[in-house]
């Protein structure tokens, strides 16, 4: 095998290498990205710092830490700390659940000093690290085994209910269809994909029935007819449409967003900041935002692509899939395409725990990156 | 153990073939969302524009500023004034709107049924709107408020404008006065300010009828709410226009000493120039506050305002009836002259009493002092108010010249004032009793109209306008309005009256002898001071027909009657009785007593006019035809040319 002059090449990388090999133009862009959501939260302040741009710059400051420790660590070392991992954030979601169901009302997070984190968020992560471990000690044939099948659907369908019952039906469609992808792309034979798909087709109806909560299907319904009750139910739709739609071609420009700054939007430095973005940039601003996105994960690929092992190749996939699912679910929802369920935009939105998550996931995919010639035997558990 | 073997090499194949296709996916996704936002911003992004203009924007309503009425010298009558007013934002309550309330209480009375009607208004409102808890304060009150505003939160003080009547009850049936706009009228009207809070229209006077003019135009404010609805900031501001000032042509002064006189009397008394209509003085009493209206009337006000038996509500100058008695002799004398039947040489002799068919009439010198009044022609029966000559002379010219003569003095038609509510009296003629009654006029008819009974009645600006006619000779109308937003009112050529000189002259020279001649029935109260001299004719209407058994015991005196049963007591004039200016009637209701005494009242009003001689001063009235030139703001510009003291109003 001709291996091109890279210094990963040696199999073990100096600190020196590993900081030359970080994908500096992808932390560029995830700056961009970020400082665009920190720009829009102080907009969405009315020009102000407080309450949120201030402390989203901590967040994501802190997520910067996160994502190049994470990055310069073995890949071996994560893939021993694969199933730990998982494990870790099972506990705390059950933990969540039970002290939600003890105390008043659902609670979807632990307060860790200044940072509320949600185990659900995490519980993504860990997912993709224990099933991409797993994925990776079996071969085509064993993952349409039913035994080894089982147990990933298992890994995936515990936390997905524990998820669902908080009750956060966005996370929870996220945590499901990470999972399922990872094991498309493992090699999942189309035996098992074709039928599963018909059963979830006629699925629906019965959980519609049976399944959603009220406020679920309410919000379905408003997705439905959103000007139907345009002052009640569909106010969010119908608001986020407007702020999108008012900011034409170029915008009103920056701090101008009166949909935003007049409370006309809803969750507007969380699950609609994108629709502010969208209101005070126009579709120019936007649709250089959606280019951004675009490279960050064509990067993703492209790593996934060029890593030597099956560990590395599924992480990478996965943590990928994961933002772009973030991405989709939230810009579809607040462009009025699919019903509102609740998902921030990644690397935009307020918040610390779905920022760190994010960076973290980046920190393993650049891990990938740097350690993109390291071969995992099939059967090897990691290097600690 | 080879570190790559087939499966890993087919599984790493798998995985880029799939991965390819989740990309090929991803690049839809991304496509699609480039393509909503295409819909959205490009497609539609217009129409998404004038929603997000119609969330942001919201049109206030500004009240322009009420205009102002002034007297002929700029004297302000009705003006705004600044209304002390205590807000309360509920939001910012921090101890709640009920405690707030307690501690407000504490500083101003508040009534139990107030703090009521606050918490009501308080509910009807959104949290951060203030909502009015006390208003027209006085400055003590409010001073105090502002004192304790540290200890008062969410309360704010604000001066707002109302409006007011500075002289109070003393011009109320002219000007009328202003009220909160009725559900009804809302309907009616289609001006955006009527649905105003807060808005007050013009209800009575002139308040009322030219309302539109004084109210201006709504002024609207543009201003950013956010999606609750509270103002973030003004975009755009229109003033508005703002209400145009009025001119009346009344003299303050003579007004004031005019309602001074009439007292607590259910009474009426008008002024006015006998040469162009104008008002000098109209008065109705009793009157009441209008600021009460403004400010909001109490039930037991209202109660004692509808059942008075004095009917302060009515203007008695413009809708009150009554039988002019005998101040229509000289309607009657006018057409007997006219006719030819009173030529200078025609006498009547007044033995007490007439016998009509198998009627007989009774002068009023019989009823009291059982003799007649001898032969009179028509100034000395004029001059002695004789009722047997006018009966005779009546039956001989017959009712439907009479009629005539009457309307050219403008009876029985409404006079065209600038007030609402103007009633027309009426003055019978026998095609008139035909056409109501289907009956024919009868000679019995006609007597009782010849001393001012029967079917003929009068407004007591009717009168002061026949007056006025006989005086000048002209076909004046009384006009109270000069100026409307420094436009002067178009007014009709005043034409002369279609009457011969001779006969007006004779009609003159018996008024001149009532009150100038010893004997006249007005003698008593006359103008001495030389050169005001005034002519006059008094009257009583009976209020009640006197059965035939009251005739045979003899008429009861009215001074021992009930006050309701007494006769009005009228009094017609002018003055100076050379070249004369002003006229004046005054009639006071079931005021008859022994003779004249009440003449006296319209004595002094004439006396003080003529001195002051209003329409020979400067008025303040705005110079030009046009609006621009702006009309002296200061009180009584023409005082210094005032020979009585001008007291400062409000």
Not at chain 2, 548 to 568: C, F, M, P, V, Y
């Amino acid at each position: 095998m001709a291996l091109r002059p890279y210094a990963a090449a040696k199999r073990t990388l100096s600190f020196a290498d590993k900081l030359l090999e970080v994908n500096w133009g992808l932390v560029l862009l995830i700056c961009m990205i970020g400082c665009a959501g920190i720009a829009m939260l102080y907009s969405v302040a009315n020009a102000h710092f407080q309450p949120w741009a201030l402390r989203q710059i901590g967040h994501f400051t802190l997520g910067l830490i996160v994502m190049l420790a994470a990055s310069v660590i073995d890949i071996r070392v994560w893939m021993s700390l694969a199933y730990p991992a998982y494990g870790f954030a099972l506990l705390l979601l059950v933990a969540v659940d039970v002290v939600g169901h003890v105390g008043l009302g659902a609670q979807r997070w632990i307060s860790l000093g200044p940072l509320d984190l949600q185990p659900s968020e995490l519980m993504k992560i860990g997912l993709v690290l224990a099933l991409s471990r797993f994925l990776h000690g079996k071969s085509i044939e064993e993952v349409s085994k039913p035994v080894p099948l089982a147990i990933g659907l298992a890994m995936i369908g515990i936390p997905a209910i524990f998820v669902v019952l908080q009750p956060n039906l966005g996370t929870t469609l996220i945590i499901l269809a990470d999972g399922c992808s990872l094991l498309f792309l493992a090699g999942l034979s189309w035996w098992w994909i074709a039928p599963t798909l018909g059963a979830v087709a006629a699925a629906v109806p019965l959980a519609w029935r049976f399944v959603l909560h009220d406020y679920q299907k309410a919000r379905v319904e408003t997705f439905i007819h959103p000007e139907a009750d345009a002052l009640g139910k569909g106010w969010n739709i119908t608001q986020a449409k407007i702020a999108i739609g008012s900011g034409g071609v170029a915008g009103k420009g920056f701090t101008q967003g009166t949909q935003s700054r007049l409370n006309f939007l809803p969750e507007k430095q969380t699950d609609f900041i994108w629709t502010s973005f969208c209101e005070e940039f126009g579709f120019v601003g936007a649709l250089a935002l959606l280019v951004l996105f675009a490279v960050v994960i064509f990067y993703g690929v492209q790593t996934a692509m060029s890593a030597r092992s099956q560990f590395g190749r599924l992480l990478a996939m996965g943590i990928i899939l994961n933002f772009i699912f973030y991405i989709m679910i939230n810009g579809l929802m607040v462009m009025g395409l699919i019903p509102v369920v609740g998902i921030p935009m990644p690397l935009l939105s307020y918040g610390g725990s779905a920022m760190l998550t994010v960076m973290f996931g980046f920190g393993l995919l650049m891990s990938v990156h740097i350690h993109r010639q390291v071969e995992i035997p099939r059967h090897s558990g990691g290097i600690i | 153990m080879p570190l790559f073997d087939k499966k890993d090499k087919s599984r790493y194949a798998t995985f880029t073939r799939r991965s390819v296709g989740m990309g090929a996916g991803m690049t839809a996704v991304f496509a699609v969302l480039a393509g909503r936002l295409y819909q959205l911003q490009i497609r539609d992004g217009d129409q998404y524009m004038v929603e997000a203009e119609d969330n942001r924007v919201s049109e206030r309503l500004i009240a322009p500023p009420r205009g102002r009425i002034m007297d002929r010298f700029g004297v302000e009558l009705a003006n705004s004034r600044r209304n002390y007013r205590v807000l309360l934002v509920s939001e910012q309550a921090t101890e709640g709107v009920a405690q707030a309330l307690d501690t407000i209480g504490k500083v101003i009375v508040l009534s139990d049924q107030q703090k009521k009607k606050i918490q009501h208004d308080i509910a009807m409102n959104k949290k951060f709107v203030p909502v009015p808890v006390a208003e027209n304060l006085t400055w003590d009150e409010f001073s105090r408020v502002n004192l304790h505003l540290p200890y008062l939160p969410g309360v704010q003080c604000d001066v707002g404008e109302t409006r007011d009547y500075p002289f109070g009850k003393e011009l109320v049936h002219i000007l009328g006065y202003v009220a909160s706009v009725s559900p009804q009228e809302i309907d009616k009207d289609a001006d955006p300010l009527m649905s105003l809070p807060g808005m007050r229209i013009g209800k009575r006077g002139i308040e009322k009828q030219f309302d539109k003019q004084i109210r201006g135009s709504a002024g609207a404010s543009r201003v950013e709410v956010n999606a609750y609805g509270r103002i973030i900031r003004e975009l755009g501001k229109d003033a508005g226009e703002p209400g145009e000032d009025i001119y009346l042509t009344i003299d303050r002064e003579v007004q004031a000493l005019a309602d001074q006189r009439l007292c607590d009397e259910s009474a009426a008394m008008v002024v006015m120039d006998v040469n162009n209509g104008d008002v000098i003085a109209l008065s109705s009493t009793p009157g009441f506050d209008p600021n009460w209206f403004n400010t909001g009337l109490t039930n037991s006000q209202w109660h004692d305002l509808t059942t008075s038996d004095h009917k302060p509500l009515l203007n008695k100058v413009t809708s009150g009836i009554y039988p002019p008695g005998s101040t229509f002799k000289l309607a009657v004398a006018l057409a007997a002259i006219e006719a030819g039947i009173a030529t200078p040489d025609y006498r009547v002799t007044c033995n007490g009493r007439i016998t009509v068919g198998n009627h007989t009439f009774n002068c009023w010198a019989w009823t009291t002092y059982h003799h007649g009044h001898g032969s009179l022609d028509v100034e000395g029966a004029i001059k002695n108010s004789c009722d047997v000559f006018f009966y005779e002379t009546a039956r001989r010219v017959g009712i439907d010249k009479i009629h005539q003569a009457a309307r050219k003095l403008g009876l029985g038609a409404p006079t065209g004032i600038e007030l609402p509510g103007e009633h027309s009296g009426l003055m019978p003629s026998s095609e008139w009793k035909q056409k109501t009654y289907k009956q024919a006029w009868q000679q019995g008819d006609t007597l009782s109209v010849a001393i001012g009974q029967g079917y003929v009645t009068a407004t007591p600006l009717q009168l002061v306008q026949q007056t006025a006619r006989l005086a000048s000779g002209k076909a004046v109308s009384p006009r109270i309005v000069h100026s409307v937003g420094g436009k002067q009112v178009a007014r009709p050529e005043v034409a002369r009256l279609d009457v011969s000189d001779e006969a007006l002259a004779r009609v003159r020279s018996g008024m001149n002898r009532v009150m100038n001649e010893g004997g006249g029935t007005a003698f008593n109260w006359r103008i001495t001071e030389p050169g005001f001299e005034m002519a006059g004719k008094t009257g009583t209407a009976q209020v009640r027909a006197y059965s035939q058994e009251e005739h045979a015991r003899g008429i009861t005196k009215n001074s021992a009657l009930d006050w309701k049963l007494r006769d009005h007591a009228l009094f017609i004039g002018y003055a100076p009785v050379i070249d004369p200016k002003y006229a004046i009637v005054s009639i006071i209701e079931h005021g008859a007593v022994q003779a004249h005494p009440h003449v006296a009242m319209a004595r002094d009003v004439m006396l003080l006019c003529q001195q002051r001689d209003p329409s020979r001063m400067p008025a303040a009235w705005p110079v030009t035809n046009s609006a621009s030139a702006a009309p002296p703001r200061v009180q009584g510009a023409a005082q210094p040319m005032s020979p009585q003291p001008v007291k400062a109003g409000g």
